[in-house]
């Protein structure tokens, strides 16, 4: 009975391996149209620490070309072949959120690098494994509608991607403009990959907006704005949180002055007052990144990517004192940990995650900021 009792604790060992390391799966849009939002974070996991919360870390990268459908393959791969623990992205909405049936059916938690806060609201069933690093477009719009507001803009023209990310922003500033009283005088919408949005922006320019708001990302977020530009727009541009680098300011070059963009503090780290909580951890990974060969500037794209290590880090020296990296018991345990972060104050805020909460950012985690001189300026 004893020898029996041994042989069957061996089988079950070998049915259930655990690691050595942490293994992390990473998801990103480094090709296709979104590639000026995922190649930053490609650059990025080069800096990621080799070891978070005491234990030795495997970073497992994989670019799904900005293709939700690739992003469902390399989540299969990542969770069945190689056993992650979490997986951190992808980088875009509508990945993310063919993501979240997966991740709920084999207990993997993720950290999306996407905006829309549809991606972990409500943070209920298959959410609960869901959390996220950059600013949700509730909180983004409210500070733009603050500075429309301050601009006394009465009426303003939308227009987005056909896709999760550009429909959320709109349903969400919409519903905000309209309870503010200001007019929504058009709403249209173009594909990401589209090179020509000329109808949609005649219709805009037709209705004479004080303002204009884009809801989109990346360097496809250019054609709206260069579009209203060529055709004698004066009114104020407004973009998303989701053209916040430079490549952005390459694309669309002049046409791009004056524009207003909500950013995560890291854009303007050295503007920022010396008692923001951002500040230290901005500089710190500004120094970092740009250290990369070929880098470039900053982006907040690839701070959202080490943002996510910070939770993790904190997370990981938990989860290790309950289970072993590569079993379930693990991954649950990680989940926890996530979900109860406090004060982990990364490039882009400060994150306290809780059961009703999986982005954990306040205020503090939002500025505005305007192109002024092909720069990015805090407006204050």
């Known amino acids: 009975m004893k020898k029996l009792i041994i042989a069957v604790v061996a089988i079950l060992t070998q049915a259930v391996p655990s690691h050595a390391e942490v293994r992390i799966g990473v998801i990103i849009s480094a090709t296709g149209p979104a590639a000026s939002v995922g190649i930053t974070q490609q650059r990025a996991v080069t800096i990621l620490p080799r070891k978070l919360g005491g234990q030795d870390v495997r970073y497992i990268l994989l670019d799904d070309a900005s293709d939700a459908s690739a992003t469902v393959t390399d ?31 084999s207990k993997t938690p993720m950290i999306s690098l996407a905006g829309s806060a549809l991606i972990v609201d409500p943070p209920t069933d298959k959410r609960r494994w869901v959390f996220k690093t950059p600013q949700s477009d509730a909180q983004m719009a409210s500070i733009v509608l603050d500075h429309m507001k301050r601009k006394n803009v009465k009426s303003v023209g939308l227009i987005g991607f056909t896709d999760a990310y550009g429909e ?9 403009l309209e309870g503010a009283g200001i007019k929504v005088v058009a709403s249209e919408r173009y594909q990401r990959t589209d090179t020509s949005v000329l109808g949609q922006v005649l219709k805009i320019i037709s209705q ?9 990302s990346g360097t496809p977020a250019a054609l709206p704005q260069t579009t209203l530009v060529e055709r004698g727009y004066k009114g104020l541009i407004y973009q998303t949180h989701g053209v916040a680098n430079n490549d952005f300011l390459r694309i669309g070059g002049k046409a791009l002055e004056g524009t207003f963009v909500p950013a995560g503090p890291v854009l303007v780290a050295e503007q920022l007052p ?5 500040k230290a951890a901005g500089l710190d990974f500004i120094e970092r990144y740009e250290a990369i060969p070929d880098a470039g500037a900053r982006s907040t794209f690839a701070a ?6 910070l939770i993790l880090n904190r997370a990981i020296s938990v989860a290790s004192d309950i289970a072993k990296p590569g079993t ?8 926890d940990a996530i979900e109860n972060v406090k ?11 809780s ?10 985690s939002r500025v505005m900021t305007q192109i002024v001189d092909g720069k990015w300026r805090l407006v204050q």
């Open 343 to 353: 004060n982990v104050a990364g490039p882009n805020g400060v994150y306290n995650m």
């Open 304 to 309: 959202y990517l080490w943002d996510a290590q």
């Open 355 to 364: 059961p009703a909460d999986h982005l954990g950012l306040d205020e503090r």
């Open 168 to 176: 959320g922003w709109i349903k969400v500033l919409t519903g905000l």
């Open 274 to 278: 010396d008692g923001h909580p951002a």
């Open 75 to 105: 989540a299969r791969k990542l969770i069945t072949e190689e056993k992650v623990d979490a997986i951190v992205g992808p980088s875009l909405t509508p990945n993310s959120l063919a993501l979240l049936d997966i991740v709920a059916e």
């Open 328 to 335: 379930e018991e693990f991954r649950v345990a990680l989940r």
């Open 208 to 216: 004479n907006p004080d303002a204009v708001f884009v809801a989109a």
